[in-house]
Each structure stands twice: as C-alpha cells, then as structure tokens.
C-alpha cells in the first residue's frame, strides 16, 4: 500500500446529525494557494478535522496490542513503536528524518537495509491512516476531484488521490480515494489500491468518531471486494450493492494528544 517516508480513520450518522453545514468559500481558499476544487475541499476537512494541530503536536495511540507515538514540530518528526515479543523482549522502534533504530530491552541493534525499511514502512503506514487526513497536504499529492457521489443518503465530494514518483515512496503507484462530506466536510470513507504482494484494494468506513484535544480521530471498518477489483472508484457503488465483504476493524485504544 502506498507509504510515504516523509513521516492511518464516520458512518454517516454523526457527519449530518452532529456538523453545522460550511458554505464551501473558493474564494477564501484560493486566497491560500489552493486554486483546484480538489485542494479547496481538502483545506475544508483539514480544518474540519483540527488537522492543522498535527504538525505541533504529540500523539500517542494503541492499535493491535502495539503503542505508537508521533511527535511533530517545525517540519521534523519522530515516530515510534513500543511492543513486547512473545519471548517478552521489549522492542522499541523509532523513526526519525534520519532513519529508523530499533532497540531491544534498551539494547541497540544493528539492522539490514531490508529490515530497516520494512520496518518504517509498517510504522508510516499505521500513523498515516490514523492522523488522515493530515497528510494530503504533502507535497508529492496529487488531486483529482470527481464530482459527487450519495452513499446511504448522503452526498460526498469524491476526490482521487495519486502520488508523484519524487518524494511519493517506494509505492507511488498506489491510488486512494476520498469521500468528504458534502455540508460537514469530515472524510467518512476511504479507499485505496495496492501492488505489492500481489496487489489488492480495500475500502473503510469510519465509525466511533472521537474529539481529543481538538483532533478528530476515528476507526474503520475495514472491507475487500468480493472479485478482484482494483478500481477505487467504483468502491461507493459497491458498497452500497453488497460488492464489498467485511475484512476486519481498524480501532485506535487510548488516544492522547499533547
């Protein structure tokens, strides 16, 4: 899937129930550089989602029995990962601009290339979903609005989301998919490609929207479709047709923001 080493996730119910519908101002958001529809819409569910506190902020999260902790300021990042082996070492991970070590019982460890990498690519992966939509202001984004799409009787801006070769990763191939509330402006579902391993594509829908600290944190039903399809864009119109199977739930524990 795609991970970008610059470095995860509403049912519809709360966007419309509890969201003050936003007039969508161009003017305003062309005024701050953003001049396609695509970027205007994304600026919106920044703000929407208090995503501008990220890039200041420390962020600390359970998922799957694992700790993650993001800490961002003035352009500089690191992220970490705490766990326990099954033989009850304790492995610390972080991940800096400069790279990635790894700790065992304090103890640092010497890592291949290969180990290093797959490494920082899990650690991106699981930040980057869960502090979405922050990361659509990088700048190897590309966006494409594709008009509007209904999903259980509410209307979305439907946005397309590729990646330059420069600065997009190793996976710059992979596509996502953004559908942002029409009046609330919350990203309540998302959908991506991937190509590795054979390649697949999933589908999220969130739900348990939570507000800490100003930050709007969600998790995901995670679904597949149910024959190989790899075109995102058609995922709204599977989801609402039955064409999609439940995988698993993607939920964030304990989350923190400092």
Known sequence: MKLILFLLPLLFLFSCSNSKEKKFDEKAFAEKGETDKAGQIIEQALERHGSQKV??????????????????????FTYERIFTEKAGNKMHDILTNAGLTRTRNGELLSLNAKDSAAYANSINSVIYFALLPYF???????????GEATIKDQVYHKIKVTFKQEGGGKDFQDQFMYWIHKKGFTMDYLAYNFH???????????????????????????YKPKERNLNIEEFDRLFQQDGLVVLSKIETENVQVK
Do not use: C, P
């Open 136 to 146: 659509l202001k990088d700048f190897a984004v590309q966006k494409e609005y594709l």
């Open 55 to 76: 890039a200041h902020s420390k962020i600390s999260f359970d998922f799957r029995g694992t700790h993650y902790i993001s800490t961002r300021e003035d352009g500089k």
């Open 196 to 222: 590795t391993d054979g390649g697949g594509a999933r589908f999220r829908e969130a739900y348990n929207i939570r507000d800490v600290k100003g930050l709007r944190f969600a998790d995901y039903v995670n």
